[in-house]
């Protein structure tokens, strides 16, 4: 936070522990610029050039405290990995329904669920996905149910 603070604000603290995480994964700083970069295009060149500082300070800093405490972090990287995908649980979950073979899903958007509708919603017309948002967590149920009775197979997120 001190470091995200000398930048000008407390929300580059979040991009000084990812330069420190990039630094410990051995991640190339022209890596993590690219992706920030692309992350943040639709904002100011100035935002880019601070979250690329706190990027760096974080790499600096990280390495110089552990230098400081006398620890060393090994990681090797396994090109095995490189062929493999990385989901988040929403896109699991997400996949793993169109996998199933569902094709109706309705939700009532709350924190937990809303991922999974939206991600369903981008993905609906591909997979042959009827995407309704209710007005309410019951409705959603009711959608769900019906759907069901009408011969679909039916997802409920909510």
Do not use: C
């Not at 209710?134 to 149910?145: C, H, L």
């Amino acid at each position: 936070k001190k470091i995200a603070d000398e930048i000008g604000n407390p929300v580059y603290a979040n991009m000084v522990a990812v330069g420190f995480i990039a630094d410990l994964l051995q991640i190339e700083e022209e890596k993590i610029n690219q992706f920030l970069a692309e992350t943040f295009s639709n904002k100011s060149k100035e935002i880019i050039a601070k979250n690329r500082q706190a990027a760096k300070k974080g790499r600096d800093s990280g390495l110089q405290s552990l230098q400081e405490q006398n620890l060393t972090i090994s990681i090797k990287t396994d090109e095995n990995v490189q062929k493999q995908s990385l989901i988040n649980g929403t896109q699991a979950v997400s996949l793993g329904a169109i996998v199933a073979g569902f094709n109706f899903v309705s939700s009532y958007p709350i924190s937990d669920s809303t991922g999974v509708l939206t991600f369903l919603a981008q993905h609906g017309e591909e997979f042959g996905i009827i995407v309704e948002q209710a007005e309410d967590e019951i409705s959603a149920i009711n959608m769900g149910i019906s759907s069901w009775y009408a011969g679909a197979r039916a997802l409920v997120t909510t």
